[in-house]
């Protein structure tokens, strides 16, 4: 009989089939600050629109740790010669890296407030050299260190790797401590990152749409390690024969966004929760990621705060909340407007006056045309290394979505629509 500490463990998944977990593994997710998760919706109030979309942080976990499994294992079939002999690896170094982003991945989002990215503008602010809020990796990253340090250390599987709390934070982190497993960085954190994978599939998946769909598995067989321009080393990157692929998730985020992420219903139920949050939190923020008030902040979650909001707390927009009673748009910009489409923007808000009650800007890059854009190994002699924008016409096309709409109380629609038609008639 397998002992119990040796045994491995399935959990169903609507997206990967089954995932496999070992014990180690299952007993960090047994942890109350990863159970946590369980409790913390990966869409926010989304279920408003797609009524689907209820799933949560504790499953996309799960799915991200198996995507960097087999992104892993892709890099090492594929760049075994670049590790071995450039980076010194020996089997037993490629054997505990791959634990090493098993865990990192699986706890990459253990910091998440509570609605996900919903409320991160609730965060504590940072003054240090520059101002700045905290970020849920800045949580992920401290509650691994101070909450989850004994089941990664202690676990008797961890004896023959000595994995430290600390190593999983400072690769979540990127951090220069990390050594040579900022080599897997990009697998954790990137353009082409396995939660970035994860989240696409499965929120269209439970959104009920296709948007999020691409060839992930075709990409996992054309990772490869290429050298890297902009610091000494290697990252991330994909062969020729890669390219589609690595340009259909490119696409399938920018699909997401425009027509799920910055819906406009959607949109304005996340401006609510914040506000609602505002008034429920004690001082109108979330606590800091530091060792005294860490309990405090994961005992905030959905629960928590769907229970105040049934309670009738959330001022104004706590009862928009519950009632369902939401802004709505009554005028919006193209994806991407010209000067003349963002002057008329703001003449149509100053039209509106005190009817107007917030304005929502989208300014989002699907992919970021830089040195750290996704690189693709040519199949020609001589493995040429090329930026994928400069070999794919369409994501090179891709601009930023710089889109403005305006909302008004429910209550007040009809005249607000009225003042808008007027004024678009004049300026025709």
């Not at 799933?55 to 087999?70: C, K, Q």
């Not at 949580?139 to 676990?155: F, G, M, T, V």
């Not at 100053?350 to 040195?371: F, H, I, M, Q």
């Amino acid at each position: 009989m397998v002992p119990k500490h040796q045994r491995n463990y399935e959990f169903r998944c609507p997206v990967h089939g089954f995932i496999t977990l070992s014990a180690w593994e299952r007993e960090i997710v047994s942890q109350p600050a990863f159970q946590r998760l369980r409790r913390i919706r990966q869409l926010a109030w989304t279920d408003q629109v797609y009524p689907g979309a209820m799933h949560t942080r504790f499953e996309h976990s799960l799915g991200v740790m198996h995507v960097a499994t087999a992104m892993y294992d892709g890099l090492v079939h594929s760049s075994r010669s670049i590790l071995e002999h450039d980076l010194k690896f020996d089997a037993a170094g490629i054997e505990r890296d791959r634990i090493l982003v098993r865990l990192t991945a699986l706890l990459h989002d253990v910091g998440h407030a509570p609605f996900s990215h919903a409320a991160e503008d609730l965060f504590p602010v940072i003054r240090d050299e520059r101002v700045h809020r905290y970020q849920h990796e800045d949580y992920s990253a401290a509650i691994i260190r101070q909450k989850l340090r004994d089941a990664i250390e202690q676990h008797p599987l961890n004896d023959n790797y000595r994995i430290g709390a600390d190593e999983i934070a400072n690769l979540l982190e990127r951090s220069v401590a990390a050594g040579r497993a900022l080599v897997w960085g990009d697998i954790i954190s990137g353009q082409m990152d396995a939660d970035r994978i994860d989240y696409l599939l499965r929120d269209s998946l439970h959104a009920g749409v296709q948007y999020g769909r691409f060839d992930w598995r075709r990409l996992m067989s054309c990772l490869v390690l290429v050298p890297s321009v902009e610091e000494p080393g290697f990252r991330l990157g994909v062969t020729e024969g890669g390219l589609h692929a690595a340009e259909s998730l490119v696409l399938a985020r920018y699909l997401m966004f425009t027509q799920v992420y910055f819906h406009k219903t959607r949109v304005a139920f996340d401006h609510h929760l914040h506000h609602a949050l505002a008034e429920v939190l004690p001082g109108g923020v979330f606590p800091p990621p530091s060792a005294d008030a860490l309990d405090e902040f994961l005992g905030w979650d959905d629960w928590r705060v769907l229970g105040a909001l049934a309670e009738g707390r959330g001022g104004e927009h706590g009862r928009r909340l519950r009632q369902r009673d939401h802004f709505r748009e009554v005028y919006h910009t193209p994806e991407t407007p010209s000067a003349r489409d963002l002057a008329r923007f703001r003449g149509i808000c100053d039209n509106l006056g005190p009817l107007l009650r917030t304005v929502v800007s989208a300014e989002k890059s699907w992919y970021k045309v830089d040195k750290l854009e996704i690189p693709v190994r040519s199949d020609n002699p001589g493995r040429r290394v090329v930026s994928l924008s400069k070999l794919s016409t369409v994501v090179a096309g891709l601009k930023p979505i710089d889109k403005r709409m305006a909302y008004c109380a429910p209550e007040d629609k009809e005249r607000a629509l009225a003042i808008v038609v007027k004024r678009e008639g004049r300026s025709r």
